[in-house]
């Protein structure tokens, strides 16, 4: 079972937009069995189908490969990060490299800046642990005292950050512009800890 969903993500690597058709002769199934299979797919966020006109008739589905189902197949994309981040450090001062990291940060957060306005805290949270969810994260928070523990329990970028942890200056920057507030970060997965923790501590102002 598992190996006919591979092979039918192998032909949508190789040949997007195929047809149930198209895949039935390229797995060497039954255009039945196809469909079962790519109902699952789909279902999983895998793959991803839209409607097509072909003449005269109803429209066919065609189907390709969700992001999500791209990187079901091995990639360079790790070697090529690091080679273009060694570049970029032999080729500027270390002080602006930094400044890209937050540069790109702040551009981020300022992608949601209009959805930020009049939310508390904790709604804020909940927007930031679906934003890093969605990059690759696995985020909760938790409430202690009057402080606020945010973990990021996995990293996406931890074989990037082994060799330049300039990267985690990222996550910090962003979770501190969009919550205007200060972040400290007390845990690191780098630095050996099971997990990345940062604390906010809401400013309490005096009635």
Not at 43 to 49: D, N, P, Q, R, V
Not at 188 to 196: A, F, K, N
Request: glycine share 4%; proline share 5%; aromatic share 6%.
């Amino acid at each position: 079972m598992a190996k006919t969903r591979d092979k039918i993500l192998q032909a949508l690597l190789r040949k997007p937009r195929s047809t149930i058709n198209d895949l039935a002769k390229t797995v060497e199934i039954n255009p039945i069995s196809v469909r079962h299979h790519l109902n699952n797919l789909q279902a999983g966020g895998l793959i991803t189908s839209e409607e097509e006109r072909h003449g005269v008739g109803r429209p066919r589905l065609i189907y390709s490969l969700t992001e999500e189902g791209s990187e079901k197949f091995p990639t360079r994309y790790l070697r090529l990060t690091t080679r273009l981040l060694n570049q970029l450090k032999e080729t500027l001062p270390n002080p602006m490299v930094k400044e890209l990291f937050s540069q790109v940060a702040f551009n981020l957060a300022e992608e949601y800046v209009d959805q930020l306005e009049g939310l508390s805290v904790e709604e804020r949270l909940d927007m930031i642990k679906n934003l890093l969810n969605k990059e690759g994260f696995t985020v909760e928070w938790e409430k202690q005292g009057h402080q606020y523990h945010i973990h990021a329990i996995s990293c996406p970028y931890y074989k990037v950050g082994q060799n330049h942890p300039e990267i985690c200056s990222m996550d910090q920057t962003l979770i501190s512009q969009m919550l205007a507030l200060p972040v400290e970060q007390v845990q690191c997965i780098l630095s050996g800890d099971d997990r990345c923790t940062y604390i906010v501590e809401p400013i309490i102002t005096e009635k």
